[in-house]
C-alpha cells in the first residue's frame, strides 16, 4: 500500500546543531508540506512544494529549509535549531489542489 | 486572507451523549472545508470534507458537518459518542494552491 513515512520519529538535540527530518511517500503526489504542531495553535504550515525543484515559504518558515529532488522525498533542515522548535512536525502529501492531505506519523523534536 | 477558528478548545462529554464541535472559517474564494481527527500519538486522517453539492456530509463512522455559507461555519455535530470518539479534532479551509489552513483545534474527551 502507498503510504508517507517520517524519520526519525523522536530525536533530541542541543541548540545550534543542525537537524534534518526526513518524509518520504510512495503515492507519487506532486504536493508536500511541513507543518508543525505547537499546543493552542493547530498545526502551522512551514514549507511547501508542488513538485521537483519548486519549494515555497509558509507562515512559519523562519530557520527551516526544504529541498525536492524527487517527487517522493521533501526533507526539512533546521540550520541552527533553537528551544523555540521544540515541536512535533508533521509531513503530509496531496495529489492535486484539492485540499485532502495524507499525513505521516510526525516526528517528535526536543531541543535542549 | 483565510483563517478557521474552532470556538472550543475542549469538549468533555459522556458516552452515548450528542456532541457539536464549533468551527468558523473566513474565506474569501471559493470554499473547500475539512474535518481531520488525530487519535494520540498519531498523525491526522480525514474524516470529513465539504467540496460542493449538499451542505451536509457524513462520515463513515457517524460524524456529521455543515456547510451553512451565510452564518460561515462547518459545525462536526454526533448524535451519541463512544469512548473511542476521544481525539483531537481539526477543522481546515483550503487555501490557495492546495495548502490547508488549520484552526487550534478541538480535544473532545469521552467520559463512560
Known amino acids: 500500500d502507498a503510504e508517507i513515512t517520517q524519520s526519525p520519529r523522536h530525536k533530541i538535540t542541543e541548540t545550534g546543531r543542525q537537524v534534518t527530518l526526513a518524509c518520504h511517500q510512495t503515492?507519487?503526489?506532486?504536493?508536500m508540506f511541513w507543518y508543525r504542531q505547537d499546543l493552542g495553535h493547530g498545526l502551522r504550515l512551514i514549507h511547501y512544494?508542488?513538485?521537483?525543484?519548486?519549494?515555497n515559504k509558509g507562515e512559519v518558515s523562519d530557520g527551516y529549509s526544504v529541498s525536492r529532488s524527487n517527487t517522493e522525498d521533501l526533507p526539512l533542515t533546521l540550520e541552527s535549531a533553537a528551544s523555540s522548535q521544540t515541536s512535533v512536525y508533521f509531513c503530509?502529501?496531496?495529489?492535486?489542489?484539492?485540499?485532502?492531505?495524507?499525513f505521516g506519523e510526525g516526528s517528535r523534536l526536543t531541543v535542549l | 486572507a483565510q483563517s478557521v477558528t474552532q470556538l472550543d478548545s475542549q469538549v468533555p462529554v459522556f458516552e452515548e451523549a450528542p456532541v457539536e464541535l464549533r468551527c468558523n472559517y473566513s474565506?474569501?474564494?471559493?470554499?473547500?472545508l475539512f474535518w481531520y481527527v488525530q487519535y494520540p500519538n498519531q498523525g491526522l486522517q480525514l474524516l470529513l470534507k465539504?467540496?460542493?453539492?449538499?451542505?451536509l456530509v457524513e462520515s463513515i463512522n457517524g460524524f456529521e458537518a455543515e456547510f451553512n455559507k451565510s452564518q460561515t461555519s462547518f459545525h462536526l455535530r454526533k448524535p451519541s459518542v463512544h469512548i473511542s470518539d476521544t481525539a483531537e479534532y481539526f477543522c481546515?479551509?483550503?487555501?490557495?494552491?492546495?495548502?490547508?489552513?488549520f484552526g487550534q483545534g478541538t480535544e473532545l474527551s469521552v467520559k463512560p
Open positions: 503530509a502529501s496531496s495529489p492535486v489542489n484539492t485540499g485532502e492531505l495524507f
Open positions: 503515492w507519487n503526489h506532486n504536493n
Open positions: 512544494s508542488y513538485g521537483v525543484q519548486d519549494t
Open positions: 474565506s474569501s474564494v471559493s470554499v473547500y
Open positions: 465539504y467540496l460542493s453539492g449538499s451542505t
Open positions: 481546515a479551509v483550503k487555501g490557495k494552491g492546495g495548502k490547508l489552513i
